[in-house]
């Protein structure tokens, strides 16, 4: 381990470890990568069918000490989904815990029923099935918990987990596709934690507020993680899983790696970035190229962060020592690759080009968060109004935009308040047509999240699939968690 990344580490230890782990051993030394189990699904033809369980489990995440978690067929996060394009999967959800709950598939293009948003809601003891044919091409999607006012504590604890699409086009490209050898999933969060190991959310009003940050940064579900690779070219699939934190990554040799894929699949071509801006729920494919054998660590920069939010009291720390700007995230190790010849596919996929001239309708959101006296006061006493989208906060029982089947519209979404807000459309997968700000590389695919910067508009088109139900809605929310669960929500049927 070099030497920047214990001391990194020590600051680590200092600034968030209850005292009576500060000396605790193992901690300062860094984990085996872990990945989430893999299941394909019992398979018969193009049905497949997955049987998941809601469940409580205890986590190693700090040396020592056990944290009670939640998990799906798994102590902690969601095992990782995988079918493919065309396949019709049946997937049973049963609830073991004590609380209600569901389970969204985020990003799916999918009929309202099987979306499992708050509509369809999951009683301790019960189950329910959520049935949908796989309409869209190869993607990295995810699944979580959207209990309505709960989904923030629960994605928190572990509800999520990630859904892989595969098909044929992506499969012709030769991307790198075994998952665990060089297909990689990084599911990245950050938590709190109390003296007793449990996991610590919202005591702070701020953090009602805000957005729920912690101090410690989980690869799928463990700190410190080194992961070792044996070949030259590697794929990362990075969900940015956490409930408010927007990350800027990089690596920590500022070597250049390839954006392949957005929130929808593949880009067009890779695009060359020495870093990435990711907001919660976003997701991105990347390639990094390792053949020259180095320990490259993928951090957060938060020189880049500080400015849209308060500075945590580890980012205060490192402040004070002058240079640290960068949290690590995890570490490659590529020691054992040969060296090699790398060579990158020019193109990926071709996207079909969605025209203005086909627009339909216009609409508008105007995200709004009430500021002033008021504020400190309402996310005391747990104020559900102090969060709004066009003036409402969500209301279950009201719907708010009416959609005509198949048609292409252009929403516009204006950040009105002082700090960034994730854009989510449950069921579509959108492009953005203009914003202030520069794209991001992959904000040239197609994306189910955009992050609207303070002040920020930002247009974006979407052709709706032709999926129809008067009575059950889709969402449109904050995808920073305590503002979807405090009222920055909407929803909208299709007909
Ligand atoms: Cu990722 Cu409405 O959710
Ligand atoms: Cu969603
Ligand atoms: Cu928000």
Request: charged share 20%; net charge neutral.
């Amino acid at each position: 381990m070099i030497s920047r990344r214990k001391f990194v580490q020590s600051i680590l230890a200092f600034a968030l470890l209850p005292k009576q782990l500060l000396h605790a051993k193992g901690f300062l030394s860094s984990n085996t990568f872990r990945l989430p189990k893999l299941e394909y699904g019992k398979r018969v033809d193009k049905n497949v069918c997955f049987d998941l369980n809601l469940q409580t489990g205890m986590s190693q995440i700090l040396p020592n000490v056990l944290t009670r978690t939640l998990g799906i067929n798994q102590d902690f996060l969601g095992v990782t989904l995988r079918a493919d394009k065309g396949d019709r999967v049946h997937i049973k959800v049963n609830n073991h815990l004590n609380i209600t709950s569901t389970l969204h598939w985020h990003g799916a293009k999918l009929p309202a029923k099987a979306d499992g948003g708050p509509h369809q809601p999951i009683n301790p003891g019960e189950h329910w099935l959520s049935e949908f044919e796989i309409i869209q091409p190869a993607s990295t999607l995810w699944y979580h918990s959207h209990q309505m006012h709960e989904t923030g504590s629960q994605v928190y604890h572990g509800l999520s987990g990630l859904f892989i699409i595969d098909d044929d086009q992506s499969n012709a490209l030769n991307l790198p596709s075994e998952y665990g050898v060089d297909d990689f999933p990084v599911i990245i969060q950050d938590k709190d934690f109390n003296q007793d190991g449990s996991l610590k959310y919202l005591d702070d009003f701020r953090e009602k507020l805000m957005g729920k940050k912690g101090e410690t940064i989980l690869v799928n579900g463990i700190v410190n993680p080194v992961l070792e690779v044996l070949k030259p070219l590697i794929r990362l699939r990075i969900l940015n899983g956490s409930n408010a934190r927007i990350y800027h990554l990089n690596f920590d040799d500022k070597r250049i790696f390839h954006i392949i894929a957005s929130d929808g699949g593949l880009l067009e071509k890779p695009i060359m970035a020495h870093s990435i801006k990711l907001a919660p729920a976003e997701r991105c494919e990347i390639l990094v190229d390792v053949s020259d054998g180095k320990m490259p660590i993928l951090q957060h920069n938060m020189h880049m962060e500080k400015s849209a939010n308060r500075m945590t009291g580890m980012m205060m720390m490192q402040q004070a020592q002058g240079k640290q700007q960068a949290f690590d995230i995890f570490q490659i190790n590529a020691q054992k690759v040969q060296p090699a010849n790398v060579k990158l596919p020019q193109t990926l996929i071709e996207h079909k080009a969605l025209s203005i001239d086909s627009i339909s309708r216009k609409r508008k959101f105007k995200l709004q968060m009430r500021m002033g006296p008021q504020l400190m006061f309402g996310a005391m006493s747990g104020s559900t109004d102090l969060l709004k989208i066009n003036g409402k906060s969500m209301d279950i029982n009201r719907i708010d935009e009416v959609v005509k089947v198949g048609a292409t519209e252009l929403w516009e979404i204006e950040n009105t308040s002082m700090m960034p807000h994730p854009f989510h459309i449950h069921n579509v997968q959108f492009k953005i047509v203009s914003r202030r700000g520069k794209l991001e590389g992959h904000e040239l695919g197609f994306k189910d999240v955009v992050l609207v910067n303070p002040h920020e508009t930002v247009q974006v088109l979407i052709e709706f699939p032709k999926f129809s139900d008067a009575k059950t809605p889709y969402m449109y929310h904050c995808h920073i968690l305590e503002h979807e669960d405090r009222g920055m929500m909407g929803q909208f049927v299709v007909v």
